[in-house]
């Protein structure tokens, strides 16, 4: 039996964001998601991150979707709700909104566009984890920002922010990842931003991973995520090769285009990307299922 547990558990699913066929919120879908996530064993929902569309979904939107998410979960598990921007001023009045749904914690993305050095880093979270109460969950994914948020920074963080409980890293740089994992307060976690890399960044000592792939494979990516906590990577390396080449062909294209493809695939459609994304063509599709059948995943088992 695993002790310490983290507060938001080893296998968090960052959740699409269902559209009906015009494109708008389709909340019933995303109740009926999140209820299909729960049941297939995740610990806890992201939701309105990368994977959900945060660029397209605008604030009113992302507060339908909040509440919508909670309703179904009930309390069943945590749910996190991405509030992060590149502006700190309208994240800090946008948590301050969402905290009143009465989510679990926020997760903040490192903000992109503005490309601001790390002591704007610092001072952005800071600032943000000083406004609220709820526990932060600090994102670093240097493919969509522009820059990457240096060890230092998320240690600082970890240190001096008592909200700042935890960090996804998809910066790729195991190197930076163990520096933070190493130099971490007692208590603060270090989430794969990345599928592929769970294996290694759990066998570092992270705690698990934020999951695009758990939107198609709940138990299965959960099943990674438990054998490394409890330490026996053996099988859980032989479960990550047989998974890997979905967690490679999803990224085919951008995220979250495949995901929601692989979704609709397993009989569970929840419609079409926003533009400037565009859906998946027949090629990938037809790539896609293949892989799909290769893995294990189609015919689809909960």
């Not at 993305?109 to 952005?124: D, I, M, R, W």
């Not at 290769?294 to 689809?300: A, K, R, S, W």
């Amino acid at each position: 039996m695993e002790t310490n547990v983290p507060v938001f558990g080893r296998m968090l699913v960052a959740m699409v964001t269902p559209f009906d066929d015009f494109l708008e919120l389709d909340l019933n879908r995303a109740q009926e998601l999140a209820n299909r996530l729960i049941e297939g064993g995740v610990d806890c929902l992201v939701v309105n991150g990368t994977t959900g569309e945060s660029p397209t979904v605008f604030y009113p939107q992302k507060m339908e979707l909040f509440r919508a998410v909670l309703e179904a979960a009930d309390g069943r598990i945590p749910i996190v709700a991405n509030v992060g921007d590149n502006c700190t001023a309208d994240t800090v009045n946008f948590a301050r909104d969402v905290a009143e749904l009465g989510v679990d914690g926020f997760m903040c993305v490192v903000p992109y566009y503005n490309k601001p050095p790390q002591e704007g880093l610092y001072a952005h979270f800071s600032t943000i984890a000083a406004a609220v109460e709820l526990p932060i969950i600090l994102y670093n994914i240097p493919g969509r920002c522009v820059i990457n948020m240096k060890a230092e920074t998320t240690l600082a963080l970890a240190r001096d922010c008592e909200n700042v409980v935890a960090v996804k890293e998809a910066s790729g740089d195991l190197d930076q990842i163990k520096a933070i994992i190493d130099g971490a307060p007692e208590g603060f976690c270090v989430y794969s931003g990345d599928d592929s890399a769970t294996y290694d960044i759990m066998k570092l000592g992270g705690a698990g991973v934020i999951s695009t792939i758990g939107n198609v494979a709940p138990r299965r990516m959960g099943e990674i995520a438990k054998l490394c906590a409890r330490g026996e990577f053996e099988e859980a390396y032989k479960a990550h090769k047989r998974l890997l080449p979905l967690m490679e062909g999803l990224f085919e294209t951008s995220n979250p285009i495949l995901v929601k493809e692989a979704l609709a695939l397993t009989g569970f459609p929840v419609g079409g990307v926003r533009l400037p994304l565009v859906r998946a063509t027949k090629a990938q599709s037809e790539r896609l299922a293949k892989i799909m059948e290769e893995v294990g995943v189609l015919p689809y088992v909960s």
